[in-house]
C-alpha cells in the first residue's frame, strides 16, 4: 500500500510516499480501507518536532480518517467488511483502572495515531475494534474524517473539564480553526453565550456563521476591552484557548470568579505567564486537556446524525498533494478542516 511516512522532522518536503506491506488485523482488531483522512494542527507538530518530544519516527502520520472495513481479526465479529466507519484517534489499553472507569483518554498506555503510532496517512490502516465506529447518517467520506479529534477535544474540554452551563459567557480564541469551530458548535448546544476572535473579516464571518454572539478581531488593540463591555462587571466564565502565550494573560484578565480557562494546545509558545493572585482570589481553575472519551466522541456522532452539530470542511487535497495540504494547513487559511481524499469515493451514504 501507499502511505506518508516522516522519516525525518522538517517542512512539508520531508513527507515520504512510500511503498509498505499491507497490514494484516491481529486479535481484536480491524484493517479499514481508508478513503479520507483529515489534517490537525498535531500533524504538524508531529512533522516538524517538538523540543524535549520524542516521537517513533519513522511515522505515519494522520489522526482522523473514514473508510470501509476491508477484514477483521481474530475473534472480530464486526461490523462486517464494506461497512463505511470512521476512525476514533485515540488509543488505551482497555484494561486499566482508568480505562474500565470509561476514562480512556488518562489511560497509561494512551497514544494517538500519527503521533504514538502509524495513522490515517495511507490507504489502509488497522485498528482495535474499539477505534472505528459507523459513520453518522448523512455524511460522505470526507465530512465523516473531518471531526474525530477536534470534536472529541472541544467536548472533553467543554462538557468534562470546565463544565460549562446554559447561560454562561464563553470566550474561543482562534474561532475559525478546527477545534473551536467545534467548540463553537457544541457550547451553543449547551446553550452558552459566545465570543470569539478571529484575525480575518472572512473567519470573522466563519465564527459568526457558526453561532458566535460576538466576534472581536485578535488584530484590534481594544479587543480584549470589547470582550470585556460585552461580559460585563462579572466577566467571562470560560475561556476557551490552544493559542497560549499570546492568549493566557489577557484570558485570565477576562475571567470572573469561578472563572475556567481550559486549553488544549499553546500553538503560539509554551510560556504561560500571568498574575496568579486573581486565580484563588476569585476561584478560579486552569485547566489543561487532551483529546477525549471515545464515550464523548460517540455522543458527539449521534448529535451530528440527529443535524445538531456538522463538521465543516474548508478544502479538498488528492493524495498525492498531501504537502501542499499540510502547507495549506500551516498557512492559516482554512477555514475549517483540511482534508485528503485516498481512495476513490464510493457510492454516497444513505
Known amino acids: 500500500m501507499k502511505a506518508y511516512r516522516i522519516e525525518a522532522h522538517g517542512g512539508p518536503e520531508t513527507l515520504t510516499l512510500s511503498d509498505l506491506p499491507r497490514p494484516e488485523p491481529g486479535p481484536g482488531e480491524v484493517r479499514v480501507r481508508l478513503v479520507a483522512m483529515a489534517l490537525n494542527h498535531l500533524d504538524l507538530w508531529v512533522r516538524r518536532g517538538i523540543e524535549g518530544v520524542r516521537f517513533p519516527l519513522p511515522l505515519v502520520g494522520g489522526s482522523d480518517g473514514a473508510g470501509v472495513v476491508e477484514a477483521l481479526g481474530p475473534g472480530v465479529d464486526g461490523p462486517p ?111 452558552a453565550l459566545i465570543a470569539a476572535t478571529a484575525g480575518s473579516t472572512d473567519k470573522l464571518d466563519f465564527a459568526r456563521g457558526l453561532g458566535s454572539d460576538l466576534v472581536v478581531d485578535y488584530r484590534d488593540e481594544q479587543w480584549t476591552r470589547t470582550v470585556r463591555q460585552w461580559a460585563g462587571d462579572e466577566g467571562l466564565d470560560v475561556v476557551f484557548d490552544h493559542v497560549g502565550e499570546q492568549t493566557f494573560a489577557p484570558s485570565m484578565r477576562l475571567l470572573g470568579k469561578g472563572g475556567r480557562y481550559v486549553f488544549c494546545g499553546a500553538t503560539s509558545g509554551f510560556a504561560l505567564r500571568s498574575d496568579f493572585r486573581p486565580v484563588f482570589f476569585k476561584n478560579q481553575e486552569i485547566l489543561g486537556s487532551t483529546m477525549g472519551r471515545r464515550a464523548d466522541l460517540l455522543a458527539v456522532a449521534e448529535l451530528i446524525a440527529a443535524g445538531r452539530l456538522r463538521p465543516t470542511v474548508a478544502r479538498v487535497f488528492p493524495f498525492d498533494q498531501m504537502a501542499e495540504a499540510h502547507a495549506f494547513l500551516e498557512g492559516r487559511r482554512a477555514l475549517g478542516k483540511v482534508v485528503v481524499t485516498i481512495d476513490r469515493m464510493p457510492e454516497p451514504i444513505d
Open 81 to 191: 467488511p464494506g461497512t463505511a466507519v470512521f476512525v476514533l484517534p485515540g488509543v488505551s489499553c482497555g484494561a486499566c483502572r482508568a480505562c474500565l472507569a470509561g476514562r480512556d483518554n488518562l489511560c497509561q498506555h494512551y497514544g494517538i495515531l500519527g503521533e504514538s503510532r502509524d495513522g490515517t496517512a495511507a490507504e489502509a490502516i488497522v485498528l482495535p475494534r474499539t477505534n472505528v465506529a459507523p459513520i453518522p447518517a448523512g455524511l460522505d467520506f470526507q465530512q465523516a474524517a473531518s471531526f474525530g479529534l477536534t470534536f472529541m477535544t472541544a467536548w472533553h474540554m467543554l462538557v468534562h473539564k470546565a463544565r460549562l452551563a446554559p447561560g454562561e459567557r464563553i470566550l474561543f480564541h482562534a474561532g475559525a480553526s478546527g477545534v473551536s469551530s467545534a467548540g463553537i458548535q457544541i457550547a451553543r448546544q449547551q446553550g
